[in-house]
């Protein structure tokens, strides 16, 4: 059991730190952890309780909500997240004030437990407070670790190619605007986002050679080019926090009539992130100048946009963009594709 003498919790299990200025209740809290396979570390007071988090790492941390002292239990909570912002707390309590309670939920504990209990009742209440903390740091993890990890390999792409500078930031706009005409939900309009950034990842794998060839590419050479959506999905496939953007890179050179690449999908099967990345590419490509060609006006694009639609594109998704065009919303000049903010 742990004696509270040192700062530092020892390494040879899960380290919980116990909270209460009541030795006896220390003792039995750290004895029914230690029975868990914890490794309990007393402390007497809020104040103690911070310097042993500031010097050591806990799973959790189990203190009482009236503690001695200038803070309180209640005020522990926020003490402790500043210094350790995804660390569990769980309160112990002697009474069932719902004001206290409630307080204590909206600065973040983890849960509580009133006091007396058993063994079984505390470590039910340690592990869904550790089961929820481990949840929501991972979920944080992705959502800044998934852009970042996207803008640095999609970077890798426009930095061989000085003509796609500018190139994904078009695009990423026009596919998020589809996709919210589409009604997607945040989560995934997030995953369409990111998805449209890295579609083309797999285009490291293709050599300069055939990448930035001025001219027509031969069928051999087109052959290695179709290939780039599998290099592209296998290289996310060692990335989990990028596993839900897959099926775009993977899919955004199928073809409504079936008639794409690599796995000839047709209409509907056709994952609804990949179809609205393929048209939004398709559209930025055609108004963006390249080595090899000019950009097209307005009028051909719509002419273009019009011929694919229920061939190439989800005519429905070709509506979408040609309304966009109609209002003024999607522009085209010299420089390019221009996404107008709405009125």
Known sequence: MGSGQSHTPLRRGVAALVVDDEQVVRDLVALMLDGYGYETVAAASAEDAIEHVEHGEFAVVVADINLPGSISGLELIGELHGRRPSLPIVLMTGSTDEADLRAALDLGAAGFITKPFTVDELRAKVDKARARAQKAEGEMRERLLAPTVATVLANAIEVRDASMEGHTERLVALAVE????????????????????????????????????????????????????????????????????????????????????PDRLAGPDIPLTARIVSLADSIEAMSARRAYRTPLGTTDVVVELADGRGRQWDPELVDLALHLIAAGRLRFGDTGMTLMEAA
Do not use: F
Request: glycine share 10%; hydrophobic share 35%; no cysteine.
């Open 178 to 261: 589809l996709g919210r005409r589409k009604h997607l939900s945040t989560g995934e309009l997030a995953e369409l986002s990111q998805g449209a950034v890295l579609h083309d990842i797999g285009k490291i794998g293709i050599p300069d050679e055939i990448l930035m060839k001025p001219g027509p590419l031969t069928r051999e050479e087109r052959e290695t080019m179709q290939a780039h959506p599998v290099i592209g999905d296998e290289m996310l496939a060692r990335i989990a926090v990028l596993d839900s953007v897959r099926p775009v890179v993977r899919h955004h050179h199928e073809r409504w009539d079936g008639d794409g690449y």
